[in-house]
């Protein structure tokens, strides 16, 4: 008997293994249509897809991405999806796209943003909201990261994009432990108050988008560096690269998608970097 009910616990182990393996491979597969099909009834189907499964960052920043999406159903799809996760950070993009052209948009939108600030309004945060102005302050920051607008050479990306991938890398810089965000534009003496008057070790973020290379066949390969700075002086203490490939598919959404991933995969190091530089003088800035 004990051996049957011992066969019975790795078998039910095994299912259970197996159908989370699956769900991640059905989410990371929605992820993928989401950012790159070319037909939009698939990206908005992704999108609705995505509103069902397990709440995580990627799903979050692919689905607040897609709220910029050239079409109308797939903007309204991903405003309706990120209602059903319930994430207040998303709000400032929702309340941007509460502002947009088509009128099915700014409803969906409108329902998100009265959703989530309820949830807001029930629920302590445990990090600041990135938002595009200043950041709440975070009683267990450590850093304090400003983040620059994305520099390239390459031709055809616009500077919406750019802007649009400094929310990227904000989201992905605020969801490390210990790092607050600091607000867009923020005048040195300002942040030397900031730093000073709560003993957090400041950070630059300066990153560039080195190569997009449309492959033949379809895809697109990105490469890009992230250069880490003393903030607000501007010292560099690190270097951070990242490359990313999207194997199928071409357009403006594949080379978002390729350049994001190289982004995230560059920005897998700096919470190293963040907590190497705090054990260390930074130069130009006076020990306390």
């Not at 689905?63 to 996760?85: F, I, K, M, N, T």
Request: a positive charge; proline letters at 6%; glycine letters at 6%.
């Amino acid at each position: 008997m004990a051996r049957i009910w011992a066969l019975a616990c790795v078998t039910i182990a095994a299912l259970a293994f197996a159908a989370t393996a699956f769900a991640d491979a059905r989410t990371d597969y929605l992820v993928r249509m989401l950012r790159t099909a070319p037909m939009f009834r698939v990206r908005a189907q992704a999108a609705i897809s995505l509103g069902a499964v397990r709440t995580e960052p990627a799903v979050i920043d692919a689905l607040s991405d897609a709220l910029e999406d050239q079409h109308p159903a797939v903007r309204a799809a991903a405003a309706a999806a990120l209602e059903r996760h319930g994430d207040p950070s998303v709000l400032p993009a929702l309340r941007r796209l509460s502002r947009d052209r088509e009128s099915a948009v700014r409803s969906a939108a409108s329902r998100a943003i009265a959703a989530l600030e309820r949830v807001e309004r029930s629920q302590p945060r445990t990090r600041p909201v990135p938002t595009r102005g200043a950041a709440e302050p975070s009683t267990d920051a450590r850093f304090y990261a400003a983040v620059g607008r994305p520099g390239t050479t390459v031709r055809g990306i616009s500077r919406e994009s750019l802007d649009a991938l400094r929310d990227f890398i904000t989201r992905q810089t605020s969801a490390i432990p210990g790092v607050e965000v600091a607000p867009q534009n923020e005048r040195a003496p300002a942040a030397d108050r900031v730093l000073r008057s709560r003993g957090l070790v400041g950070y630059y973020l300066d990153a560039s988008i080195v190569e997009v290379e449309e492959r033949p066949g379809g895809g697109v390969r990105a490469r890009v560096s992230v250069v880490v700075q003393t903030y607000p002086d501007r010292n560099i203490r690190s270097m951070l690269s990242g490359s990313a490939t999207v194997t199928t598919g071409s357009g403006e959404a594949v080379r978002r998608a390729a350049i994001e991933g190289a982004l995230r995969g560059a920005l897998r190091g700096l919470a190293a970097v963040m907590n190497a530089g705090a054990s260390s003088p930074q130069p130009g800035r006076r020990r306390r």
